[in-house]
């Protein structure tokens, strides 16, 4: 396919010469520099990577003032430095355990200056249009400093993030007092004196009901149903590479130890308020805070059961209690959303069925089956880290694009099977349509790359690149 189209006249980013198809990244985060990255290394350059900030970092930009990212200003990440770095490029050893929002900005913006992905990125420019261009190929409409932009591409990569379109809760009747998404939460300063409740029982909740607890005067978390609460660290190791080892044992074995370990060093969720969980712990999107359960111990957050309505600034809850709140912080998730697209092209799935918790109908989570110039790059939640994996997705397209690797002839049916034998038992629920495990799923996809070293000398190969 031919060049782009343009109706203004949009720059291309220095660099070397173009070579291949013309391909399009959204979005430059962790994911979207991870696709670059993997292109130019494949010699794939004629490359345009769009995103409507200023800089590289995507949702890891945090601005006090609401925005398209969901960072507050204490966010570290919930995966360890060792299990979180792309491959082939470490994070600083000066870095802790859980890195901070502003070391991980830093990393990922050196990472993309030392692969040469930034000189590719037009910043302060959103796709607001994504159409196929017939069977193949894609009109992207963009808008920019330079005005409305459409050109013509060979390709299109996926890499717009899952955690900026906030899920809020339906709620009977109506909140009077303060009432947010935790997307927009930034900083607790705006909460001291007032009476507070979350709802949700994730990482982001825990956190949120920890940091206004230190300002508030009264911090309360409302969840909907009993969950475990993972320390950061057991026996001075991050909780995450302890995993790695005990994932090996027989299934079993890893959730009664968990189990186990937890009730040593916790107790019961009753003893404290708290339901009991109705999943086994690797069932569920891991709650990894070491502070919440003492915090509920020490009476700085009170547990509170699910939130069935709002009557002015009284808050109704499950079994008849009712209670007086300012503010109310709902960190209750996120929508899957492509908002440049006037539906998904090649998923052939509604957005609420993704809402049900039905897996998206992609192989590996990255290959529509109707499309072979579409992928999805980052749409995953896995138990562990996102962008080592999006770097193996991504190094997997570029084979793809290079003709160097094939889909498998009986795609359809695997992607069945993916939906029919997930990694382990999830509940089912919207936050786990794209849930996976870190070390299974690095294994599917690190096979797949084997299969291309492996074939390579076949004869098979047939280069895009000419």
């Given at each position: 396919?031919?060049?782009?189209?343009?109706?203004?006249?949009?720059?291309?980013?220095?660099?070397?010469?173009?070579?291949?198809?013309?391909?399009?990244?959204?979005?430059?985060?962790?994911?979207?520099?991870?696709?670059?990255?993997?292109?130019?290394?494949?010699?794939?350059?004629?490359?345009?990577?769009?995103?409507?900030?200023?800089?590289?970092?995507?949702?890891?930009?945090?601005?006090?003032?609401?925005?398209?990212?969901?960072?507050?200003?204490?966010?570290?990440?919930?995966?360890?430095?060792?299990?979180?770095?792309?491959?082939?490029?470490?994070?600083?050893?000066?870095?802790?355990?859980?890195?901070?929002?502003?070391?991980?900005?830093?990393?990922?913006?050196?990472?993309?200056?030392?692969?040469?992905?930034?000189?590719?990125?037009?910043?302060?420019?959103?796709?607001?249009?994504?159409?196929?261009?017939?069977?193949?190929?894609?009109?992207?409409?963009?808008?920019?400093?330079?005005?409305?932009?459409?050109?013509?591409?060979?390709?299109?990569?996926?890499?717009?993030?899952?955690?900026?379109?906030?899920?809020?809760?339906?709620?009977?009747?109506?909140?009077?007092?303060?009432?947010?998404?935790?997307?927009?939460?930034?900083?607790?300063?705006?909460?001291?004196?007032?009476?507070?409740?979350?709802?949700?029982?994730?990482?982001?909740?825990?956190?949120?009901?920890?940091?206004?607890a230190k300002v508030s005067a009264?911090?309360?978390?409302?969840?909907?149903?009993?969950?475990?609460?993972?320390?950061?660290?057991?026996?001075?190791?991050?909780?995450?590479?302890?995993?790695?080892?005990?994932?090996?044992?027989?299934?079993?074995?890893?959730?009664?130890?968990?189990?186990?370990?937890?009730?040593?060093?916790?107790?019961?969720?009753?003893?404290?308020?708290?339901?009991?969980?109705?999943?086994?712990?690797?069932?569920?999107?891991?709650?990894?805070?070491?502070?919440?359960?003492?915090?509920?111990?020490?009476?700085?957050?009170?547990?509170?059961?699910?939130?069935?309505?709002?009557?002015?600034?009284?808050?109704?809850?499950?079994?008849?209690?009712?209670?007086?709140?300012?503010?109310?912080?709902?960190?209750?998730?996120?929508?899957?959303?492509?908002?440049?697209?006037?539906?998904?092209?090649?998923?052939?799935?509604?957005?609420?069925?993704?809402?049900?918790?039905?897996?998206?109908?992609?192989?590996?989570?990255?290959?529509?089956?109707?499309?072979?110039?579409?992928?999805?790059?980052?749409?995953?939640?896995?138990?562990?880290?996102?962008?080592?994996?999006?770097?193996?997705?991504?190094?997997?397209?570029?084979?793809?694009?290079?003709?160097?690797?094939?889909?498998?002839?009986?795609?359809?049916?695997?992607?069945?099977?993916?939906?029919?034998?997930?990694?382990?038992?999830?509940?089912?629920?919207?936050r786990h349509s794209i849930e996976?495990?870190?070390?299974?799923?690095?294994?599917?996809?690190?096979?797949?790359?084997?299969?291309?070293?492996?074939?390579?000398?076949?004869?098979?190969?047939?280069s895009a690149l000419e």
């Amino acid at each position: 396919m031919d060049g782009g189209t343009g109706t203004s006249g949009a720059e291309e980013p220095s660099g070397p010469a173009r070579q291949g198809p013309r391909i399009c990244v959204i979005g430059a985060g962790p994911s979207g520099i991870a696709a670059g990255k993997n292109l130019v290394a494949a010699g794939l350059t004629n490359l345009v990577i769009f995103d409507r900030n200023a800089a590289v970092g995507g949702n890891w930009i945090y601005s006090p003032a609401p925005s398209h990212s969901s960072i507050y200003e204490t966010t570290q990440a919930i995966s360890s430095r060792r299990l979180s770095q792309y491959e082939g490029y470490g994070m600083p050893r000066e870095y802790p355990a859980y890195p901070t929002h502003r070391q991980l900005l830093r990393y990922f913006r050196s990472y993309a200056d030392h692969f040469g992905v930034t000189s590719y990125i037009r910043f302060n420019t959103e796709v607001v249009r994504a159409t196929p261009a017939g069977e193949r190929g894609w009109l992207i409409e963009s808008s920019g400093p330079g005005g409305a932009v459409t050109e013509t591409y060979d390709y299109l990569l996926v890499a717009n993030g899952h955690h900026w379109q906030p899920r809020l809760p339906a709620i009977p009747g109506r909140f009077t007092g303060t009432f947010l998404h935790s997307h927009d939460y930034k900083r607790a300063a705006p909460f001291a004196g007032k009476r507070v409740l979350v709802i949700g029982g994730g990482n982001t909740a825990c956190d949120v009901a920890l940091e206004t607890a230190k300002v508030s005067a009264l911090s309360c978390l409302s969840m909907r149903r009993g969950y475990y609460f993972f320390p950061k660290f057991i026996l001075g190791i991050p909780t995450d590479i302890v995993y790695q080892y005990l994932r090996l044992l027989p299934r079993p074995l890893p959730q009664n130890l968990a189990k186990f370990y937890l009730w040593a060093i916790q107790g019961r969720n009753q003893s404290q308020g708290l339901q009991p969980p109705d999943h086994e712990p690797l069932e569920h999107h891991p709650n990894l805070n070491s502070h919440i359960f003492r915090a509920i111990r020490e009476g700085r957050v009170h547990p509170r059961p699910d939130v069935i309505g709002f009557d002015g600034p009284r808050v109704q809850f499950a079994g008849g209690a009712s209670e007086e709140f300012d503010a109310v912080i709902a960190a209750t998730g996120y929508r899957i959303g492509f908002p440049f697209f006037a539906q998904a092209p090649g998923f052939e799935q509604a957005p609420g069925e993704l809402e049900n918790g039905a897996p998206p109908r992609l192989y590996l989570l990255v290959f529509p089956p109707s499309r072979r110039d579409l992928y999805f790059i980052g749409l995953v939640q896995p138990i562990g880290c996102i962008w080592p994996l999006s770097d193996l997705q991504a190094r997997l397209v570029a084979e793809e694009i290079r003709g160097r690797w094939r889909r498998p002839a009986d795609m359809e049916a695997r992607i069945l099977l993916q939906a029919e034998r997930p990694h382990y038992g999830w509940a089912k629920s919207p936050r786990h349509s794209i849930e996976v495990d870190y070390h299974i799923y690095r294994k599917q996809l690190l096979s797949e790359l084997e299969a291309v070293r492996q074939d390579s000398p076949s004869g098979f190969i047939r280069s895009a690149l000419e």
